[in-house]
């Protein structure tokens, strides 16, 4: 089949549907495709909705109907590199909040737009990075080693390959994987409290090698029994529960929902988000409910998939206000010059990774600690 008759299938399934990672999903396994040429397909569908506005622009005064044919011309002619136009939102492609956030910071807005690499995250208990690498390359994919010692960096037609189905890695972004890095060095019972699919859960285990006891708890029944699945096929050893512990942890870690929107590099649809919606409040409740969890002197690591500031710093600013935490210094941590620090936590920063924020949080001992605004 005709690689651009696909793209233009794709494209005008996310049209009508929204969510672009699942009509890519949809359509390109039976596409008949080889992985190059479903790479080229998934690029061109990225660029898509990745320049969706400024290409809206585009269309709209040159008197073009809005098609799925037209927008996959723009994005194989590369129309974003040559169109000249005042406005931030358009020239950025993002929308009026996401402007307001970023105008003073071009170099993020500039990151976001970039075409990422898919990463992988190695499974040593099944597998290492050498066979990893081999695999990939005689499926003629690329294969890179990356900053993090799980993170193999590959193309995005990567999670289709043998690694992925025997299990010996799994996609995952490199900013969650240092996430799982950070929590196994800070004790040996651990909690991960929003666990949604184990994603993190299955990189702890690999990373320690099944040495720590590692619970996993999410809301969503049929993503504890995905996990359970994976844990399975992973080798993981993992207490997947269907309530909140009762046990005290060393550290919980929060993953919590987000606007996603420091995940736009591979989910560009992120850029287009409103305003931080109900988040901040559900942020603030799990860490509330997962606080319960800490013993003292443990640690609640907070983490989230944006930069907003009222789902990062205000969050964490209002939490401790109200609770027997305190924020505790990065700078002992691994991989610290990944990180650049704020008053309340940190924004990771690796070179081909998704940019999250951070916050150790650690649980006091004894009597109540009074903090002033």
Known sequence: MDLKTVAVQVVNKYLKKKNMAMCLRDILPRSGLSFSDRQYVADIVHDVVRWKKLYDDILEKTDIVKSADAYVNLAIAEKQNSWSTDSFEIKHS???????????KIKWIKYLNEKPPTTLCINFNKSNANEVINILETEGLPAEKSNIETAILTSSVGRYSTVITKNFAHVQDESSQLISFLVVSLGDYILDFCAGNGGKSLAMASISMNSKKIYAFDINPKKRLVLEKRLKDYNAEIIVTDKPSNKKFDVVLVDAPCTGIGAARRNPEAKYVEGPGDYPDM???????????????????????????????????????????????????????????????????????????????????????????
């Open 94 to 104: 993002v929308s009026p909040y996401v402007a307001s956030i970023l105008k003073n």
């Open 283 to 373: 942020q603030q409740k799990i860490l509330d409910d997962a606080a319960k969890k800490v013993k003292p002197g443990g640690f609640l690591f907070y983490s989230v998939c944006t930069f907003t500031p009222s789902e990062t710093n205000e969050v964490v600013k209002k939490f401790i206000k109200e609770k027997d935490f305190k924020v505790t210094n990065l700078n002992n941590l691994n991989y610290n010059k990944f990180l650049k620090k704020t008053r309340y936590g940190a924004f990771i920063f690796l070179p081909k990774a998704d940019i999250f924020f951070i916050s150790l949080l650690k649980k006091q001992e004894g009597e109540t600690v009074i903090y002033s605004k």
